[in-house]
């Protein structure tokens, strides 16, 4: 009887041991993929501004830059990189415009480099104006109102302050080494204020392309198509880090170890 007691207590063990290895790797399922295969952000030894001496101007909607014909030199850009995910790579860009007056206008141009082993996919631009953030999109014109809204569009409001806009060159996908090349513009407003500083930030993003194409793939798969490409992302992707399987092996060891010493202890 205390042999039966002691096999049933070690299957129990061992079953336990295995079903927290199933759940364990669910819920790692769950989560989103974040590995060290993953590096994109700012090259700063790129950043560079127009801004090297006589101020520039342009018309409105960013067209046709060009020196001021006065020549002054009052108006100043810092650019600083900054790390906002907090992930040892620089990914924004922190604008100071001093000595803003109207008509003054820059353009800050960065190289972006993907520094993993993976794929990325194509990046957005979010802007932070007064501590309200908006995505902008590519080569549109966004405009940063004088009480902290955001907006975008072609016609200038009359409130904006800042007209901003950012580019990048590359396709959707950029693979491990590759470089891009991106620009950001601003032009300072009718509605601005002389002698004036403002201050924005630039935040880009991206993410691993196979997650971002497994995403694509589930929300097809919503819609009654896609399931097996989720699949294939989901088995692609490093969910576990092997704990799951130390679990699943501790749990068969445990079956046999109880099964070898209830047999020796018949003998």
Same mark, same amino acid.
């Given at each position: 009887?205390?042999?039966?007691?002691?096999?049933? +207590?070690?299957?129990?063990?061992?079953?336990?041991?295995?079903?927290?290895?199933?759940?364990?790797? =669910?819920?790692?399922?769950?989560?989103?993929?974040?590995?060290?295969?993953?590096?994109?952000?700012?090259?700063?030894?790129?950043?560079?501004?127009?801004?090297?001496?006589?101020?520039?101007?342009?018309?409105?909607?960013?067209?046709?830059?060009?020196?001021?014909?006065?020549?002054?030199?009052?108006?100043?850009?810092?650019?600083?990189?900054?790390?906002?995910?907090?992930?040892?790579?620089?990914?924004?860009?922190?604008?100071?415009?001093?000595?803003?007056?109207?008509?003054?206008?820059?353009?800050?141009?960065?190289?972006?480099?993907?520094?993993?082993?993976?794929?990325? %996919?194509? %990046? %957005?631009?979010?802007?932070?104006?007064?501590?309200?953030?908006?995505?902008?999109?590519?080569?549109?014109?966004?405009?940063?109102?004088?009480?902290?809204?955001?907006?975008?569009?072609?016609?200038?409001?009359?409130?904006?302050?800042?007209?901003?806009?950012?580019?990048?060159?590359?396709?959707?996908?950029?693979?491990?080494?590759?470089?891009?090349?991106?620009?950001?513009?601003?032009?300072?407003?009718?509605?601005?204020?002389?002698?004036?500083?403002?201050?924005?930030?630039?935040? +880009?993003?991206?993410?691993?392309?196979?997650?971002?194409?497994?995403?694509?793939?589930?929300?097809?798969? =919503?819609?009654?198509?896609?399931?097996?490409?989720?699949?294939?992302?989901?088995?692609?992707?490093?969910?576990?880090?092997?704990?799951?399987?130390?679990?699943?092996?501790?749990?068969?060891?445990?079956? +046999?170890?109880?099964?070898?010493?209830?047999?020796?202890?018949? %003998?």
């Amino acid at each position: 009887m205390k042999k039966m007691a002691f096999f049933i +207590l070690t299957l129990m063990l061992a079953f336990f041991v295995m079903d927290h290895a199933f759940a364990s790797s =669910e819920s790692i399922m769950d989560t989103p993929v974040q590995t060290s295969k993953f590096g994109w952000g700012i090259l700063e030894e790129t950043v560079s501004q127009s801004d090297h001496g006589a101020d520039q101007t342009c018309d409105p909607g960013l067209k046709n830059p060009r020196l001021i014909a006065e020549g002054k030199d009052v108006g100043s850009t810092g650019v600083s990189v900054k790390d906002a995910n907090n992930d040892g790579v620089h990914d924004s860009l922190k604008i100071d415009v001093g000595n803003a007056y109207p008509s003054y206008y820059n353009k800050i141009n960065i190289d972006i480099k993907n520094f993993g082993e993976i794929a990325v %996919k194509k %990046k %957005k631009a979010v802007i932070n104006w007064q501590g309200k953030t908006a995505e902008i999109l590519e080569g549109l014109i966004c405009y940063l109102h004088r009480n902290g809204e955001l907006s975008q569009g072609t016609s200038t409001p009359d409130d904006a302050v800042l007209e901003i806009r950012w580019t990048g060159s590359g396709g959707d996908i950029q693979y491990p080494g590759e470089v891009m090349v991106g620009a950001l513009e601003f032009h300072v407003l009718q509605a601005a204020e002389q002698n004036h500083s403002y201050c924005f930030d630039l935040i +880009l993003t991206a993410e691993a392309a196979e997650v971002a194409d497994s995403i694509v793939s589930e929300e097809e798969g =919503e819609n009654g198509s896609g399931s097996e490409d989720v699949v294939a992302g989901i088995v692609d992707l490093p969910k576990t880090g092997g704990n799951a399987v130390c679990y699943y092996f501790a749990g068969a060891a445990m079956l +046999l170890i109880g099964a070898v010493i209830t047999v020796l202890r018949k %003998k």
